[in-house]
């Protein structure tokens, strides 16, 4: 069971608009930073956000990230079909001086 | 171009070691720490551990502390994994990443799938 916690599932229209939250505690999320991983079966996570809510060079400005308190929330905007992955949180936790992911979100586009 | 290349799936029988690397190359490999992440079938992402090859200071998840080695050898720039006697609940994809304290754009291998059966 992981410190950071991300339901396990959520699903929205061709389209439309989902959000995914990651929620942590002050020694983690409410202390440091937070990414964002794209992972799609048989293949290497992938940077979405870093620092909250920047995105790497390629990274459509569909996807983007914030921060309220100890918890992050990954947006994604004109879902598509091709969206349809596992999403992974990612932080440090300055407590245990180690790194943790929230448990994995897998996202379906109906 | 930055890259970590893993090497290749093994398969190995519960008992024995194993030590498998990540080849850094496109940057200079000592500024950067190097993480250890393991996914298990079917299952999330799970941090494992991290080195500083610059001075192989390291830090391990309390869940894997005792259980791996993590090292470096900063004149091939190559970090490593290993293990001296290996479980079947070992069996999983390993990936090394330049995780960059999550505040950066950083790099993950391909990764390194082990399976450990009798």
């Known amino acids: 069971q992981s410190v950071l916690t991300q339901p396990p599932s959520v699903s929205a229209a061709p389209g439309q608009k989902v959000t995914i939250s990651c929620s942590g505690s002050s020694s983690n999320i409410g202390s440091t930073y937070v990414s964002w991983y794209q992972q799609f079966p048989g293949t290497a996570p992938k940077l979405l956000i870093y620092d909250f809510n920047k995105r790497p060079s390629g990274i459509p400005d569909r996807f983007s990230g914030s921060k309220s308190g100890t918890s992050a929330t990954l947006g994604i905007t004109g879902l598509q079909t091709a969206d349809e992955a596992d999403y992974y949180c990612g932080t440090w936790d300055r407590s245990l001086s180690a790194g943790m992911f929230g448990g994995g979100t897998k996202l379906t586009v109906l | 171009e930055v890259q970590l290349v893993q090497s290749g799936a093994e398969v190995k029988k519960p008992g024995e070691s194993l030590k498998i690397s990540c080849q850094a190359s496109?940057?200079?490999?000592?500024?950067?720490?190097i993480s250890w992440v393991r996914q298990m079938p079917g299952k999330g992402l799970e941090w494992m551990g991290r080195i500083d090859p610059s001075d192989s200071n390291t830090n391990y998840s309390p869940s894997f502390q005792g259980h791996v080695t993590i090292s470096a050898d900063k004149s091939i720039n190559t970090a490593y994994l290993q293990w001296s006697s290996l479980q079947a609940s070992d069996t999983a994809m390993y990936y090394c990443?330049?995780?960059?304290?999550?505040?950066?754009?950083?790099?993950w291998g391909q990764g390194t799938l082990v399976t450990v059966s009798s």
């Open positions: 496109g940057y200079t490999f000592i500024h950067y720490w």
């Open positions: 990443a330049r995780l960059d304290g999550f505040n950066g754009v950083g790099c």
